[in-house]
């Protein structure tokens, strides 16, 4: 196996452990390129890309990213959604030109997908411009959020249910049948409850 093909499977692996519902949509978009046969295959194929995009812009955006006096983005702004999360996180070496690409990738799917002419060729270079975009921002947002202290202990800087970064620890203290207490550390979002051992 050349460095390129192991470069994306070792990056679709990744996506599949870390976001599966972004390496889901990556298959359904190369599976429908078997099948491309009229720009309508082709557009459909586009916005499943742009899908892709949006689902990670989703898994790793926060309300609590957005500058003071700004809105937040909405669900579908994957491009505004995924530069507000990587800025929230500093500058990393790299991260403007991924930011740049991926905004890029967004526009392209989106092309695409609104295309009345587009062919295949289009659909291939729309799958490969997206998957190598999200390869390189899951690597890139797990090597800026690793020093993060929840990641540290808990796997995850943000609530999985509203998306908050204002989690807290909590102790649970149990005690069983013959009076022994065991303690149990857990993760709690003051925002809505959510908990994460």
């Known amino acids: 196996m050349d460095a390129l093909a192991e470069y994306v499977d070792a990056g679709l692996q990744n996506l599949k452990g870390k ?6 949509k990556l298959d359904v978009a190369r599976d429908r390129l078997a099948d491309v046969s009229s720009p309508e295959d082709c557009q459909a194929v586009g916005l499943i890309c742009r899908d ?30 995924i530069d ?14 991924i930011r740049r690409f ?11 997908h609104h295309s009345q002419d587009a062919t295949q060729e289009q659909a291939q270079r729309t799958v490969l411009y997206t998957t190598l975009a999200l390869i390189e921002l899951a690597a890139l947002m797990e090597a800026v959020t690793r020093s993060e202290k929840w990641v540290q202990q808990y796997g995850v800087y943000k609530c999985d249910n509203c998306a908050s970064t204002k989690l807290t620890e909590d102790v649970v203290v149990d005690v069983d049948s013959h009076g022994v207490q065991s303690a149990t550390k857990l993760l709690v979002c003051s925002q809505c409850g959510w908990v994460c051992l």
């Not at 790793?60 to 500058?67: H, L, Y």
């Not at 929230?88 to 991260?95: D, P």
């Open 102 to 112: 991926t905004k890029t990738v967004v526009a392209y799917a989106m092309r695409l």
């Open 52 to 81: 892709a995009m949006i689902r990670f812009a989703n898994a790793i955006f926060s309300p609590d990213f957005v500058p003071e006096g700004s809105e937040v983005p909405a669900e579908d702004r994957a491009g505004a959604r």
């Open 19 to 24: 976001y599966s519902e972004v390496r889901v």
């Open 84 to 97: 507000m999360s990587l800025q929230h996180f500093g500058q990393m070496a790299g991260s403007a030109e």
